[in-house]
Each structure stands twice: as C-alpha cells, then as structure tokens.
C-alpha cells in the first residue's frame, strides 16, 4: 500500500479561507498566506486551494491569491480549483507552479475539457472534483451537484467518476455534500463507491472530525489520500497527530 497524503484544504471567498457546513453557513478561517505557510511547517503533503464562489459568481480563479499561496508553500504541492474553464486557466496556474487543477462543474459541462487538458498537460496535473448529494433516484444513490452544491446535474456520481477516467482525469476528489463540515465523518458509501469503481488516486473529502475518520476514509472509504478542513484550521488536530495515529494503525504515512 502506498502511503497516504493528509491534505488541508484552503476554501477560499473574498480573500479570505473560510469553513462552512453543506457549503453554506461560512465562517473566517484566516489569511491564505498564513495558512499556507502554517501548514508548510506542519508537514502538509499537499495542500488544496478551492476558489469556492468563482462558478458561482461566474468568474475565473483567483491567480494572484494561487500565486501568494505557492511562495507560501514552497516545495510542497498545491492543488487549484474553482473557476477553471478552460485550457488557458490550466495553463496559467501550472506556469505560475502550481501541481495541480482540478476543475468540476466546467467538467460537467464540457467534459471534453478533460480529455483536452490530460493530453494537452498530463493527466498526473488534471483532478477532477466531485461534488455529490445523497439521492435515492440514482443508481449509485448519489447525484452529482455543481456551482456550489445549488445545483442538481441528474448525473449519477459513479458513472461520472467512470467516466473521467475514461477522459484521462488523474486524480478524482470527491465531497460529501452530506458530510462537508459536519465533522461527523467522511461520508463512506460515497468515497468508497467511487474509489471501488476506478483505478485511479481518490481523496477523500468531506466530514473529517476524528482521528479515527481519517482511518475510517482508508479503511472503509478506500482511499488513497485524505483531505480535510476544519479539524486543521481551527486546530482540533495538527498533521502530525493525523499521521501518528494513521501509522499507529497501519496506514502507511508520509514523513
């Protein structure tokens, strides 16, 4: 078993990180930099920077804010999200050193974006992040949601995730927006109905309030890394605890 990366995430509106629960309800979280270079020093094996109002508000990502946050880093990789619509927004944030892209309801939209950007960058570069909702209408049981979880695609989220990898994606990310903020723990079914249905890394994301959910999103969830928010920015648990209590477990960690 590879070890697993532990992931703090960075949602971010109006220049601020923020933390909210089902993807409302949004509470300050600190300054980016900041952040960044906190858990730069914790022993982040990456960080994500979600841009969560840019769909929502019909605008592209942030670059100043990806690129404050990249010299914040260091060496350590940084995924970008939120507001990525085509091959130049890709192209841009990996010139300015980011690792990573994730798009999503661009994807939904457009999913030849995918395929275009995986040949055009790599797929190692391109994530494609999966919002989803319980709904016992779809097959799987869960609905993919888009432009911040206000709306419904009437996609199943299994067949979408079979189908980015079909289209050359990388990585998949998929939030419980059941879970997201919760703190009641990563929304199992879910990850795992989506890690079970491709080969590709998938982090888990969405509900982490627990040492023992983060076990629990390997475990059960069969994922491959970990990604969590408000358990780290308001310091319920640091990194290293996460990591002590993986490898006390027998989850291969990162040091």
Aim: proline share 4%; charged share 25%.
């Amino acid at each position: 078993m590879e070890p697993v990366s532990i992931i703090p995430c960075l949602d971010m509106k109006d220049g601020r990180v923020v933390k909210g629960v089902n993807f409302v309800d949004l509470r300050d979280a600190g300054d980016p930099v900041e952040n960044a270079s906190f858990y730069q020093a914790a022993g982040a094996d990456e960080v994500a920077m979600l841009d969560i109002a840019a769909t929502v508000e019909g605008r592209k990502t942030r670059l100043a804010w990806a690129r404050a946050v990249v010299g914040a880093l260091g060496d350590v990789p940084l995924t970008v999200g939120g507001g990525v619509d085509d091959l130049s927004d890709i192209d841009a944030l990996l010139e300015m050193g980011v690792s990573r892209v994730s798009m999503n309801s661009a994807a939904v939209a457009r999913p030849e974006l995918v395929r275009e950007a995986a040949e055009r960058f790599g797929s190692g570069r391109i994530v494609v992040a999966i919002d989803g909702r319980r709904n016992g209408e779809m097959p799987s049981g869960f609905e993919v949601v888009v432009s911040g979880g206000q709306k419904r695609t009437g996609i199943d989220c299994v067949e979408w995730a079979t189908r980015c990898e079909g289209l050359g994606a990388g990585t998949l990310l998929p939030t419980s927006m059941d879970g997201d903020g919760t703190l009641a723990g990563y929304d199992i079914p879910f990850t795992r109905a989506i890690a079970d249905a491709v080969s590709l890394p998938v982090v888990a994301s969405g509900g982490a309030g627990t040492l023992e959910h983060f076990y629990e999103g390997v475990k059960e969830g069969h994922a491959t890394a970990l990604l969590a928010a408000s358990v780290f920015h308001f310091r319920t648990y640091t990194i290293e605890q996460v990591k002590d209590y993986l490898a006390s477990r027998g989850i291969p960690v990162r040091l």
